[in-house]
């Protein structure tokens, strides 16, 4: 059964997926969920493709009411969520019903969350993505009274003793920290910045508040480039660490222009990449040098967390009978008997 | 095409867990961008699990792939066998097709027409036939939104990029900088010098691919009157048959 989910208060928030992963040979940038973990830790929780649309709610507060039954989760910050006014807890699937509003307050420690309903919402794509794309103004951004439509209805699960938190499927949750560590390993021009290279790892930084998707800026003392040479546009990757001006070092970030002209000191691990996505204005940030083979290690040591969040909610659910299979009671009997 | 004698020589770097950077370093730039362009057809035919696409520009290429699926190790060793290939086939071939773009220059349209011929010690009029004089090869496609880069018309100096980027430049604006040329696709911001702007099209965010261009293709500018920009109102660029 479809119904549909009434944004109440927007705060600054879009439906958005993982990215835009063939875009970049068009010259667009990835974009997509700057946390990709809590993206799809999010969706795991509800059954859905680690790919699926889902909401990303950025520092305000967010309000929305379900016209039907439906499931959902929220990761990301930690924040304060209430389904009907009970308060709900968040990396764990919460079930909403019909007419109850869903709010989203005090988004505090972190900067973005991430609401997922099982069976997805609708929304428009551009190469096989919805996330949205500010340069070419495509994407679902939210205001008030935007209806999203959902195409999986579940009938209420609630604990029947004094609404007690129904599911403990303990993932471990990230850290969140006013003092975050970033990992990076060594940029392909780390050389033209010659002992100032350095600095960069005996730096506190700090996040200016003119950071967003597109890149985070950072102020500090700045590592400097030896040579004058110009150079010739190039491709360069999520998590490149550049040095455009005097005044701050830029970080880009999954909404980064694809190519520039700037050599590329450092780059943030992907792992990392879901760290700076919850760095706010004011937080300090240290780099600390990794290696490639380490920081593949880790990212694949994330995946596999959330491969077993899949597999328990995947028992779960089937014993609840939530999903899209039918049970096996609920089957037709076969022809001839 | 024939098979390169010479094979381009590349190195290959390390750009973090999810991307590696090839660059072509042969004297020849020509050679440069024609191996890095068909290196990027070749990893796009033979579509390798785990990695999502490259990004190809002058001497270089930016290819990205999912650490989960695929690692840096697999995908240079991937990378090495596209060139060896290419050494041997040698470089599609293809027909560039040919773009006409109608041009106002200068006034509102391209306010730093008159800075660019003062800096360049040319009349305005001499800025306009140099960069309507010849057809331009797309280098690649850049930031922002799929802009068609390419190089530069023959002016005597190179142009310095605005001390203040622009906040906002409109979509069809016909810029230079250095010595490349380029359109804006999409209203962004922009540090280039903006001579003049097209009334037409250049970006379709509903059709697949989004500018009718590719790496190869020709441009050519042409001049158009003021009073003639609205009569390409809603018109897309589109390749001359």
Redesign the interface.
């Known amino acids: 059964m479809t119904g549909s989910l009434i944004i109440q208060q927007p705060g600054n928030s879009v439906v958005t997926d993982l990215g835009r992963?063939?875009g970049?040979?068009?010259?667009?940038?990835?974009n997509g969920a700057l946390d990709q973990f809590s993206a799809r830790a999010a969706n795991i929780l509800t059954a859905n493709a680690d790919n699926a649309p889902l909401l990303e709610i950025t520092a305000l507060d967010f309000r929305m009411r379900a016209t039907s039954d439906i499931l959902i989760a929220v990761t990301g910050a930690p924040l304060t969520l209430t389904v009907g006014g009970r308060e709900c807890p968040q990396w764990e699937p919460v079930s909403v019903r019909a007419g109850e509003t869903v709010a989203v307050r005090r988004i505090t420690g972190g900067l973005r969350a991430y609401l997922a309903v099982h069976g997805s919402v609708e929304a428009p794509t551009?190469?096989g993505s919805c996330a949205p794309?500010t340069?070419?103004?495509?994407g679902l951004r939210l205001s008030e009274g935007t209806e999203l439509r959902t195409s999986q209805s579940v009938a209420p699960i609630r604990q029947p003793y004094y609404d007690l938190p129904l599911f403990r499927l303990g993932l471990t949750r990230p850290e969140f920290s006013s003092q975050a560590v970033v990992d990076v390993?060594?940029?392909?021009d780390v050389d033209e910045f010659g002992d100032t290279a350095e600095l960069l790892f005996n730096t506190e930084y700090t996040v200016s508040a003119r950071s967003n998707h597109i890149g985070l800026r950072l102020g500090g003392a700045l590592p400097e480039r030896q040579s004058t040479a110009?150079v010739?546009?190039?491709?360069?990757?999520?998590?490149?660490i550049e040095v455009p001006s005097r005044e701050e070092l830029l970080v880009l970030h999954r909404g980064?222009?694809?190519?520039?002209g700037y050599p590329?000191l450092a780059?943030?691990?992907?792992r990392s990449l879901d760290v700076l996505a919850q760095a706010r204005p004011g937080h300090t940030i240290t780099f600390r040098k990794t290696t490639?083979p380490d920081?593949?290690a880790k990212?694949?040591a994330a995946?596999r967390e959330l491969e077993n969040l899949r597999s328990t909610v995947a028992t779960v659910f089937s014993l609840l009978g939530i999903g899209n299979q039918p049970g096996w009671s609920k089957l037709a009997p076969a022809a001839g008997t | 095409m024939a098979a390169t004698p010479t094979p381009t020589p590349v190195d290959i770097f390390e750009s973090g867990d999810a991307a590696l950077r090839v660059v072509a370093s042969s004297p020849d730039s020509e050679a440069n961008w024609s191996t890095v362009h068909s290196l990027a057809e070749w990893l796009e035919a033979a579509g390798a699990d785990g990695v999502h696409g490259s990004v190809p520009t002058y001497d270089s290429l930016l290819v990205e792939f999912d650490p989960g699926v695929t690692s840096a190790r697999q995908v240079r060793a991937f990378v090495l066998l596209g060139l060896r290939q290419l050494d041997f086939v040698g470089a599609p071939a293809r027909k560039p097709r040919e773009f006409s773009v109608p041009v106002v220059y200068g006034g509102e349209y391209g306010p730093d027409l008159e800075r660019v011929a003062e800096h360049e010690q040319l009349s305005v009029q001499e800025i306009i036939e140099l960069h309507t004089a010849k057809s331009y090869v797309i280098r690649c496609l850049g930031a922002p939104a799929g802009s068609p880069m390419m190089d530069g018309p023959d002016f005597p100096l190179p142009v310095p990029r605005l001390k203040d980027p622009r906040l906002s430049v409109p979509a069809g604006a016909v810029a230079v900088a250095g010595r490349q040329a380029v359109i804006a696709p999409a209203v962004a911001p922009g540090g280039w010098c903006v001579i003049g702007q097209t009334p037409l099209t250049v970006l379709d965010a509903a059709s697949e691919p989004l500018v009718p261009y590719v790496p190869g293709d020709l441009l050519r500018f042409h001049q158009i009157r003021p009073e003639e920009f609205a009569n390409y109102a809603g018109r897309k660029l589109e390749a001359a048959r």
Do not use: W
Not at chain 1, 24 to 30: A, D, E, K, N, S
Not at chain 1, 135 to 138: A, D, N
Not at chain 1, 267 to 270: A, I, L, M, N
């Open positions: 992963f063939r970049p040979r068009f010259g667009l940038p990835v551009l190469l794309d340069v070419i103004g495509f390993t060594d940029g392909p110009e010739l546009s190039r491709g360069v990757p999520v998590g490149a980064r222009g694809v190519t520039a590329v780059v943030v691990t992907s490639v920081a593949t990212y694949r995946l």
